[in-house]
């Protein structure tokens, strides 16, 4: 028994704490590097999100929303009025009616084109005859910032 008090355990427990710490040091250095480059990627991935983001609205920026919407008038005198809720201006606009032409009088010129600049409207005027259907498919065409051949088909119900 007098060997265990003779010896000095001091150093040896030191030693092995210090062998522990060291390997504890490492370990979470590991993980700490790896969590490291989870949040990196994955603020990659925001920054990306972002990036996209920003592009998608600046390309709506370019973009011009027409819509079409007929407005009853009497004994078949309606108005088919084109608007423009988009943020970009309109250009080479071209509305086009696909039915037998027997069946309704436009007072203008289709084959002429036009522009929209945003929340501007313009107004075709047609009268419908007694015997033509009550529907009429109309094309629109046009080209903004965002792109050259941009179309619309829709079908009015008069």
């Known amino acids: 028994m007098n060997i265990l008090y003779s010896v000095d355990w001091t150093p040896i427990i030191a030693s092995i704490a210090l062998a522990f710490s060291v390997f504890s040091f490492f370990r979470y250095e590991v993980k700490i590097q790896k969590l490291t480059t989870k949040v990196m990627s994955q603020q990659e991935t925001l920054s990306e999100l972002a990036l996209q983001e920003h592009e998608e609205k600046k390309q709506q920026q370019k973009t011009a929303?027409?819509?079409?919407?007929?407005?009853?008038?009497?004994?078949?005198?309606?108005t088919i009025v084109i608007s423009?809720?988009?943020?970009?201006?309109?250009?080479?606009?071209?509305?086009?009616?696909?039915?037998?032409?027997?069946?309704?009088?436009?007072?203008?010129?289709?084959?002429?084109?036009?522009?929209?600049?945003?929340?501007?409207?313009?107004?075709?005027?047609?009268?419908?005859?007694?015997?033509?259907?009550?529907v009429?498919?109309?094309?629109?065409?046009?080209?903004?910032?965002?792109?050259?051949?941009?179309?619309?088909?829709?079908?009015?119900?008069?």
């Open 84 to 134: 423009n809720s988009g943020p970009a201006s309109a250009e080479q606009i071209s509305f086009k009616i696909i039915a037998p032409s027997d069946s309704y009088n436009v007072q203008e010129d289709l084959s002429r084109t036009f522009s929209l600049n945003p929340d501007q409207k313009h107004e075709v005027h047609i009268t419908m005859f007694n015997e033509s259907p009550d």
């Open 136 to 158: 009429l498919d109309v094309t629109l065409t046009w080209s903004d910032e965002s792109s050259q051949d941009r179309s619309l088909a829709q079908v009015l119900q008069f």
């Open 65 to 78: 929303n027409l819509r079409i919407s007929v407005r009853k008038g009497q004994q078949g005198q309606d």
